[in-house]
């Protein structure tokens, strides 16, 4: 992934990187991951989010 990255960003460093993950990833992991792509010289990065799966999950807690 970082070679990729690192690839795709010489070309266009600002090239924006998106982060797509869930409660199921844990948070140290997407830290390591957005570190890399630090390194690999992103400087735009973000989150994906879905609406409908947090919409979800906030249905799934309630009914706790």
Not at 1 to 8: P, T, Y
Not at 17 to 29: M, P, T
Not at 30 to 50: N, P
Not at 57 to 64: A, P, S, T, V, Y
Request: aromatic share 4%.
């Amino acid at each position: 992934v970082a070679r990729r990255a690192r690839a795709v960003l010489s070309r266009d460093p600002a090239t924006p990187v998106l982060v797509k993950a869930d409660e199921r990833v844990a948070y140290g992991s997407v830290v390591r991951g957005m570190v890399l792509l630090q390194q690999a010289g992103a400087t735009k990065i973000g989150f994906l989010t879905d609406p409908k799966a947090a919409r979800a999950l906030e249905d799934l807690e309630r009914r706790r």
